[in-house]
């Protein structure tokens, strides 16, 4: 990518989030797209009525708390960082807290469970997303496979457990839930509104009445893309007037950890050369992310969500970083995926909830205190 320009959204951005409406050429010459997302529609519509009908039946796991926290959109909205704190703030709590994930992007099809204070497996056997959760949450314990009803069993019946995340789950509608949070970045909205592969909606934007909380990702910085309020504006189907209450947070830098694993403040690179390395959705806000600390980001490697980094990719990026003078610098979820000795510091991110602390603290069946009120 261009250097000058680090911050330019990805071609995939440009057509699931277009900064204005979309004009009748791009329209057609997308058509094909659209084509195929109404089939994938219809069949998402109909499974969604089955289980609207009670033909198909979600399996309750009595004595256990499960709490969902998935999105509409594919990738990219800020579900990990939500995990986390919800994670941390149950377990300060004093709730036996496990995470239920399938690992996406594994190698593996064997059930894993594990905890951040135990040998943790490979990231090909466990996936980059549930390792990070692990250990950023190390009293948190990981369940990882296809089958979150068999991993609510176990937390519950062989460790004990009294609540659970089930992370991505909106959709995973086989497992009951006595919450379904929904995460929405305020910066980009449901996008262009098509489901896919024509648009970033794994689902209708009707299925957010299943919602019992959205937790609505304010924009610290500008966009990537210019907002086109049409498109995120809450419509018939958003929740204004549904009745759906709401948490606003704001993800915020916390720290730099250098390779050594070493803690630095928010102001340790500032105005230093930086070459940012991602596999991410939507890697805009990263870039975002680093231009507000201060960095001069002199070059970008960007690469697909979950990439697995070659050893040849690695090479060529620790060589554009070495000739620009640039230190490699990366997201704790690409992290997990770097090789051993390989050279990157990594910015850590936080959550600030803005409003709506008593809407999450009943959701997440904690002791209402209405500090926000």
């Not at 309750?60 to 704190?85: C, D, F, M, W, Y």
């Not at 929904?182 to 910066?187: A, G, I, L």
């Not at 489901?195 to 990537?224: C, I, Q």
Request: one cysteine or more; glycine letters at 10%; proline letters at 9%.
């Amino acid at each position: 990518m261009n250097p000058s320009t680090p911050e330019a959204p990805t071609a995939i951005e440009r057509v699931f989030y277009p900064p204005a409406p979309e004009p009748w050429g791009r329209r057609a010459l997308l058509s094909p797209l659209t084509a195929v997302s109404w089939t994938y529609a219809a069949a998402v519509r109909l499974r969604g009525a089955l289980y609207d009908s009670g033909l198909l039946r979600a399996e309750r796991v009595e004595g256990l708390r499960v709490i969902s926290v998935g999105n509409l959109n594919v990738g990219g909205t800020g579900k990990t960082p939500a995990v986390l704190h919800l994670a941390d703030l149950l377990v300060r709590e004093g709730r036996k807290v496990g995470i239920l994930t399938r690992g996406y992007g594994r190698g593996s099809r064997e059930p894993l469970t594990f905890t951040g204070a135990e040998a943790l497996p490979s990231v090909e056997d466990a996936g980059d997303e549930p390792l990070l959760l692990a250990r950023r949450c190390p009293q948190v314990r990981l369940f990882v496979g296809a089958d979150r009803v068999s991993g609510a069993l176990r937390a519950r019946d062989d460790f004990g457990l009294d609540t659970v995340l089930l992370d991505d789950g909106f959709q995973h509608r086989r497992l009951a839930r006595d919450e379904d949070l929904v995460v929405v970045d305020e910066s980009v909205g449901l996008g262009n509104g098509h489901m896919l592969p024509r648009g970033p909606l794994r689902e209708p934007r009707s299925s957010l009445r299943r919602a019992t909380l959205l937790w609505m990702r304010a924009s610290s910085t500008a966009p990537t893309v210019p907002t086109n309020p049409a498109l995120v504006t809450p419509g018939p189907d958003l929740p204004e007037g549904t009745g759906v209450p709401r948490v606003r947070t704001r993800y915020l830098p916390t720290a730099w950890l250098e390779p050594s694993g070493q803690i630095h403040p928010t102001a340790a690179l500032t105005g230093q050369p930086v070459l940012a390395l991602a596999g991410l959705a939507r890697p805009g806000g990263f870039l975002r992310t680093l231009q507000s600390l201060g960095t001069e980001v002199r070059d970008a490697a960007l690469f697909p969500d979950h990439h697995r980094f070659t050893a040849d990719e690695l090479r060529a990026v620790g060589a554009r970083a070495a000739r620009q003078g640039a230190r490699v610098v990366t997201t704790e979820k690409d992290a997990v995926r770097l090789p051993p000795g390989f050279e990157a510091w990594v910015v850590r991110l936080g959550v600030e909830v803005l409003e709506g602390e008593s809407h999450l603290r009943r959701a997440l069946g904690l002791a209402d205190v209405p500090r926000d009120l």
